[in-house]
């Protein structure tokens, strides 16, 4: 008794997180542009979806964005993460701190904060503007990844390298880096996943001129839904299941 | 590159992206918030507490007073739902744990925006609440979900449950469950253990879990945009208004302002209550 109400109540949940998503699936082949009803099988609004210019330029304004961001986070925030666990400096607490800071505070603060520092130096919003704030907001998720790697590695490895005569260049190079590979890896495909998934900084820190597609996604959603977002959509969830999965297994790993 | 160059290296360019692109926006938001602004909309170089007297006006303290409680009912309700499924994956035996959990990862990393969307298209007019209600014969004419506070409400919960299901589980795993059969050969019942047990222990998770919750609760503006009414503006709408529409920059840097202040005082809470845990454990 108490184990199917564990289950039922298990599954209930479940079901409420996955339902909606599954829905959109499914009506994004469903032959028909407004009833509940399935009408029949059709590819037609991924079809329409291809033929779409605009949306295919913002497609691959997002796709730079997300693979440059992704990039540069990675190595600001691996480098980020060694320091901090390597060395004693004044300020690092005040470093670690800024980085929780950056990660739990809400978006729209940080979106506020980066508009605010375009403003003040002239600084046009478009590509750069959007590079830069994808960059700060996945950063900080990367060195954290990266830190908790770090901390629960060998420390008599890196012990050995030095009392070998190992520069530190060389134990970032020969020791380090391979080790903490795949939390690097993770936090890269974590960033891309933000940088795609991006409203809030974006909406703030963009012009018309340079969109990207969560831009694209939220202003076609405004308009009610349609069966062209639901395919956009399924396209999207599929990249970033990919993306996760591909994460998880990659923390999940000892070393590469 | 030698030892200490190669340490020079590192921590400046670390330091020299965190100030340019996170202290100092922020400080300026700070500043900015006790700035006069004049009517051509410029901000000017004057203090004043102006911005700050400005939110306790009843027209903002309204949609401060409805964004505190909506994403507060929302945080009990998404703590209600996840307390007793978090601790039931935790519990759940090895070899699926590890499936049950990453079903609850997927929807934490997933676009909030697209799920959103997705609760979206199931409220709406046509949608599939109204079909089964329809077919049920429960409604005879389709009823108005989409657009309304109650969207709003059940969007939010939909879109943040895994930010309260995930640190939850994570506290959860690490508790040792001889302490509950510990309490209950002792012969306490379920709700002793609950309360003196479950509940204290947990804490550090439910707090964690409800930071992650409250905080877009309030500031994601665009799911009240995407589902709510045209009354359904949370603080995270008026930020937005004043920066993108209202151009008013001193009253939503105030609005932030105090936004930071909410988190600083969420996050010293659970340090208070944890003094001895890692601080990326908050994730």
């Not at chain 2, 409800?210 to 589902?227: D, E, G, Q």
Request: charged share 10%; net charge positive.
């Amino acid at each position: 008794m108490n184990r199917t109400i564990k289950y039922s109540y298990q599954t209930l949940v479940y079901a409420f997180l996955y339902i909606p998503i599954i829905v959109i699936i499914i009506f994004s082949f469903n032959d028909t542009l407004r009833s509940l009803l399935w009408q029949s099988f059709t590819f037609k609004w991924y079809q329409e979806l291809i033929h779409d210019t605009d949306l295919l330029k913002v497609s691959w304004h997002s796709l730079v964005v997300g693979v440059l961001s992704a990039t540069f986070a990675s190595i600001l925030g691996t480098l980020t993460a060694i320091g901090l666990h390597r060395y004693r400096f004044p300020g690092r607490k005040t470093m670690h701190g800024l980085i929780l800071f950056l990660i739990i505070v809400p978006d729209i603060v940080l979106a506020v904060a980066l508009l605010m520092l375009y403003n003040f130096f002239n600084f046009p919003l478009g590509f750069w503007s959007i590079f830069v704030a994808h960059t700060s907001f996945c950063m900080p998720f990367v060195a954290v990844m990266v830190l908790s790697r770090i901390k629960n590695l060998d420390s008599e490895l890196v012990e050995a390298a030095k009392d070998l005569g190992a520069s530190d260049s060389t134990i970032l190079r020969q020791i380090l880096l391979p080790l903490l590979l795949p939390a690097i890896l993770a936090g890269w495909l974590i960033s891309f996943t933000l940088s795609l998934d991006d409203v809030m900084i974006s909406f703030f820190v963009s012009s018309p001129a340079f969109q990207i597609l969560p831009l694209k996604i939220y202003s076609m959603a405004r308009l009610g839904a349609s069966p062209e977002l639901n395919a956009l959509c399924t396209i999207i969830l599929a990249i970033t299941l990919v993306l996760i999965l591909a994460a998880h297994s990659f923390m999940r790993k000892k070393s590469i | 590159m030698n030892d200490r160059q190669f340490r020079f290296f590192t921590l400046s360019i670390s330091w020299t992206w965190l100030t340019v692109f996170a202290l100092v926006p922020t400080l300026m938001v700070i500043i900015t918030s006790f700035l006069e602004t004049n009517t051509t909309q410029n901000i000017t170089a004057h203090f004043t507490l102006e911005n700050y007297a400005e939110l306790v006006d009843v027209a903002y303290l309204k949609i401060f007073l409805r964004s505190l409680l909506i994403a507060g009912s929302c945080t009990l309700l998404c703590l209600i739902v996840s307390y007793p499924f978090a601790y039931g994956i935790s519990h759940s035996s090895l070899r699926y744990r590890s499936i049950l959990l990453l079903l609850v990862i997927i929807p934490f990393w997933t676009s909030s925006l697209i799920r959103t969307y997705a609760i979206m298209t199931i409220l709406k007019t046509k949608g599939i609440i109204n079909t089964i209600l329809l077919s049920l014969g429960i409604i005879h004419q389709p009823l108005q979900l989409l657009y309304t506070n109650i969207a709003l409400f059940i969007g939010l919960t939909y879109t943040l449950l895994p930010f309260m299901l995930l640190p939850l589980y994570a506290n959860m795993e690490k508790m040792d469950l001889t302490l509950i059969d510990a309490a209950r050969d002792l012969g306490a019942s379920k709700l002793t253990v609950l309360r003196k047990i479950l509940i204290p222990i947990t804490m550090p998770g439910i707090l964690a879990g409800s930071m992650m919750v409250f905080l877009p609760a309030m500031t994601l503006f665009y799911i009240p945009n995407l589902l709510g009414g045209a009354k359904s503006m949370l603080l995270g709408n008026l930020i937005q208004e004043q920066f993108l529409s209202a151009n008013n920059w001193p009253l939503g840097a105030a609005s932030s302002v105090l936004l930071i202040i909410f988190m600083l005082l969420l996050a010293h809470w659970y340090w208070q209550r944890n003094p001895d845990s890692d601080r990326t454990e908050l994730l």
